[in-house]
């Protein structure tokens, strides 16, 4: 495994000023709907910083407890940083049987980083998950809403090439 310094949750966190300006945007005049703006938020950012939240709240009269009932109901939404990738490694039944566990392996070899963690260039967060929903492409992993089917270890490092190609 690749010896890098996983990126903290400080290093991770967007400026207020960054935060503000996104929240004017994206709670202008046209109307919103809290969920989109969740979404929106969290698409800007990777994730749900506390004080876009606290941001929301006051924009929009929401209380801060509804808008945490809202991101906590949502397993989509993440209130800790996260890479501009999400990427998910199903460990279900299926995958497992179909060799789930080497593919993680491969992808925490070629990201250096471990089960719940961003890498330090802010690229890829990874999880694992119990089942994708997807047993038919066992193994089978997730990058953002796009699925991988009957992965190999070896496939890895030439899908995640392709992402951090499209990232220059
Ligand atoms: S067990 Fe992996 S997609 Fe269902």
Redesign the pocket.
């Known amino acids: 495994m690749k010896e890098e310094k996983v990126a903290s949750i400080d290093e991770l966190m967007p400026s207020e000023e960054d935060i503000n300006l996104s929240l004017d945007e994206l709670t202008g005049s046209d109307g919103f709907n809290l969920i989109g703006l969740l979404q929106d938020v969290q698409d800007r950012f990777g994730f749900l910083p506390p004080a876009a939240l606290e941001g929301i709240s006051k924009r929009t009269g929401i209380s801060l407890s509804r808008i945490y009932g809202v991101v906590s109901f949502y397993s989509q939404f993440y209130t800790e940083p996260h890479g501009r990738h999400t990427i998910r490694c199903?460990?279900?039944?299926?995958?497992?049987v179909k060799g789930?566990g080497r593919i993680i392996d491969a992808m925490e070899a070629e990201l250096g980083i471990s089960d719940g963690q961003t890498t330090p260039d802010k690229m890829f967060f990874l999880e694992s998950v119990?089942?994708?929903?997807?047993?038919f492409?066992?193994?089978?992993i997730m990058i953002d809403d796009q699925y991988f089917g009957k992965v190999t270890p070896r496939g890895i490092a030439e899908i995640l090439e392709n992402y951090r190609a499209n990232e220059l």
């Open positions: 199903c460990r279900g039944t299926a995958c497992h789930a119990a089942c994708l929903g997807t047993c492409l066992a193994p089978a």
